[in-house]
């Protein structure tokens, strides 16, 4: 069976302290890494080093990931982040408290560690199948 090159989505759910969860995706497509490197690079030319906004390191990554958990608000109502812009999500997280960010920053690069390491586990297993030939030949 060939793999599949499109990313499916899916979701996972993290729980974090005091019973609280995180709604992820599973992976993020190519546009979404992409986009989440490309808010973190203050200014990139070819040899030159690379210029990263430290505001934005983590927080560029969480905005790709996250689409809902169960955080309140300081009078109890649920802060609603599905379904909101990558700049309102962004505002959001930098209205959290520094722990719980850093909690949600941590969980979340566990969840991307794991998925990178299942991608890796079913690549090894499909490696032992016959690969099909990357052109075919023709009779002439």
């Known amino acids: 069976m060939a ?18 969860w995180l709604l992820v995706k599973k992976r993020l497509t190519a546009g979404e890494a992409r986009r989440a490197f490309g808010r973190q690079v ?19 990554m969480m905005v790709e990931y996250l689409i809902d958990w169960s955080l309140l608000d300081p009078a109890g ?10 700049a309102e ?12 960010f850093a909690e949600i920053w941590s969980a979340l690069t566990a969840h991307e560690a794991a998925m990178e390491a299942e991608r890796e586990q079913e690549k090894n297993a499909s490696a032992g199948e016959t690969a099909s030939s990357a052109t075919s030949t023709s009779v002439e």
């Open 89 to 100: 999500r962004g505002a959001i997280l930098e209205g959290l408290d520094p722990d719980t």
């Open 42 to 60: 203050k200014r990139m030319a070819v040899n030159e080093t690379t210029e990263i906004d430290p505001n934005q390191v983590g927080l560029s």
């Open 3 to 20: 793999r599949t090159r499109f990313v499916t989505p899916e979701t996972h759910r993290l729980t974090i302290s005091d019973g609280e």
């Open 77 to 86: 109502k649920p802060v609603v982040i599905r379904n909101t812009t990558p």
